[in-house]
C-alpha cells in the first residue's frame, strides 16, 4: 500500500471521464473518491475552475468533492509568482483560468511543508501533459523542482490499482 499524495491537473481528470466515464466504470471513480477522502489525491482550486467552465458529467463530479479542491495559501501564492517569472510561457493569456502553475505551486507546498506522520509521503504531480524537450509544460517545470510527475494510468499502476 502506498502513501503517495497526488496533486491532479485537469487534463487528467478530464481524460479520465472521457475514457472511463462514471456511468460505465464506478469503480475506477470509487477508488479516486477514496484517495480524495483520505487526503491523498487533492488539487488546486484552479482546477476546479477549469473544470466547471464546461457543464458536464466531470463538472457535476467535481462539485460534490470539494474537499478534494486546495484554496490557494500565502506560500502558493508566492511560488505561482515566481514560477510565472522564471516561465511566464507557462501560461496561455488568453484563457480565463489557467491552473497550470498551481498544480505546480500546491505540489511545491506539500513537499516542502513537514510531515506530520512517520511514513515518508511522496507528493507526484499528475498531467496527461509530456516532457518534450525545453517545452514549458507542468513536467519539465516538475523537473525544474524535482517534483515526480506522472500520467493517470502511471498513478493507477503506481497504486496497483486493476480494472
Not at 464506478?26 to 476546479?48: M, Q, T
Request: contains cysteine; aromatic residues 10%.
Amino acid at each position: 500500500m502506498s502513501s503517495n499524495c497526488y496533486i491532479i491537473d485537469t487534463s487528467s481528470l478530464i481524460e479520465l471521464n472521457k475514457h472511463n466515464p462514471r456511468d460505465v466504470y464506478p469503480g475506477v471513480w470509487k477508488k479516486i473518491e477514496r484517495l480524495i477522502n483520505s487526503d491523498r489525491l487533492v488539487a488546486p482550486k484552479e482546477v476546479f475552475n477549469e473544470i466547471k467552465q464546461i457543464d458536464d458529467s466531470l463538472s457535476r463530479w467535481a462539485k460534490n468533492q470539494s474537499k478534494m479542491f486546495i484554496e490557494p495559501t500565502y506560500k502558493q501564492i508566492e511560488m505561482v509568482k515566481e514560477i510565472l517569472k522564471k516561465y511566464p510561457s507557462l501560461i496561455k493569456v488568453d484563457r480565463r483560468y489557467d491552473a497550470d502553475p498551481w498544480i505546480i505551486a500546491l505540489a511545491i507546498e506539500l513537499t516542502t511543508s513537514p510531515q506530520k506522520t512517520l511514513l515518508t509521503v511522496k507528493r507526484i504531480v499528475v498531467t496527461e501533459e509530456k516532457l518534450r524537450g525545453n517545452t514549458i509544460r507542468i513536467p519539465f517545470i516538475c523537473k525544474k523542482y524535482t517534483i515526480e510527475a506522472i500520467d493517470i494510468i502511471d498513478m493507477f499502476r503506481t497504486e496497483g490499482w486493476k480494472f
